[in-house]
């Protein structure tokens, strides 16, 4: 029974190497030419065929890239390891954005004669505090009001002249040393 099931997979010498999660058959023949074995890799698509959607281990065995065709023990561990990879890529893309929100607000204060110190604790008033839904947006979060709040309108409080411009002297302000 072994020896037909074997038979049948290995007619004509071609040999199943493994499928994919999207159904794609990929077989090996090796065949002797002038004395020297050669091993012809191809795909059976499952469908229409997509080259796009080839996993890259597969893509390079049958490139001849790698010896071993992949497990479906390896593929599970890779597909894990492309997922936890997305999620640190999402976390990053979020302190990144919370990173250019902080720049911004203080450069706006700066560029507007601000107290700069008074813009920073204003923008660490605003941190996110460990209680905060992952999927905030800094621009329009804010924990201290407990709701939505526009981009402009946090700059615009943060951007208010305070005085009234009477002890204002061009050319008098020296940057912090």
């Known amino acids: 029974m072994l020896a037909k099931i074997v038979g049948f997979l290995t007619r004509n010498g071609k040999q199943l190497a493994g499928t994919d999660k999207a159904g794609n058959a990929y077989f090996r023949q090796s065949q002797t030419v002038d004395g020297a074995v050669t091993e012809k890799r191809w795909i059976k698509f499952k469908g229409n065929p997509d080259p796009t959607t080839v996993p890259v281990e597969w893509n390079s065995w049958l490139n001849g890239r790698r010896e ?33 929100f902080r720049a911004k607000v203080l450069q706006q204060g700066m560029s507007n004669g601000q107290n700069t110190d008074v813009g920073v604790e204003q923008v660490k008033s605003n941190e996110v505090h460990k209680d905060a839904k992952p999927d905030f947006q800094p621009e329009t979060w804010n924990p201290s009001s407990g709701g939505a709040e526009s981009t402009s309108d946090v700059v615009g409080r943060l951007s208010e002249p305070k005085g009234k411009g009477d002890t204002f002297k061009p050319g008098t302000w020296q940057p912090p040393s």
Not at 74 to 89: F, G, P, Q, Y
């Open 68 to 100: 071993r065709a992949p497990t479906p023990e390896e593929m599970i561990e890779l597909e894990a390891h492309r997922k936890a990879v997305k999620v640190k890529v999402a976390l990053l893309e979020k302190e990144e954005e919370k990173n250019r």
